[in-house]
């Protein structure tokens, strides 16, 4: 591993240490990887649970906000796709996620697929060999919401990480993940 390679896993355990000293609670072990990965959470979903199903709940084309322009690295007002999905088994939500996603940024099979079907982003970069990395931006704890309470059926805090996958040194997906704080506590159990 490279000098690089381990001052970003440093950081990343800083950024664990950090809110879990200010949330006040250790978080498993299970908790920690789904927050640090930088490879695909469907892989670690499907080896926790057996493979994992995904449903989109919500996806559209819109313009880019200033805001999400300034998260993608592309300009206001350009098209993105928004995709919010919920990774579970057998109904049971596992993973909630957002996204924003710069249209010019993706070749036409990668965009049919992503439009089309219940397919995890990281399933999709494998399937067409697309190298691409992860860079995690933000941990935290975040408060629950009345989307978050609707999906989970419970009003505890979330779990949340902001990452973007890079392709070709630019932003391809902007993502954000949430799961309840009550999740993932014990090797084998989401309860």
Known sequence: MTCEGNNINQRLIE??????????????????????????????????????????????????????????????????????????????????????IPLKRLHDNFKSDLIRADIPIGRILRKYNMESRREIKTIQVEKSNEKLEEIYKTDKDFLTRTYTIIHNEKILIWIKEFFPITYFVEKDSIN
């Open 15 to 100: 950024k664990i240490y950090t809110v879990e000293k200010n949330y006040g609670k250790t978080f498993s072990n299970t908790q920690k990887i789904l927050l640090t990965t930088d490879g695909s959470i469907t892989a670690i979903l499907d080896v926790l649970n057996g493979k994992i199903d995904l449903k989109t709940l919500e996806q559209h084309f819109e313009k880019s906000t200033p805001e999400i322009a300034e998260l993608i690295d592309i300009g206001c007002g350009e098209e993105i796709n928004y995709r919010e999905v919920l990774m579970h088994k057998n109904n049971k939500p596992l993973i909630y996620a957002i996204s924003y």
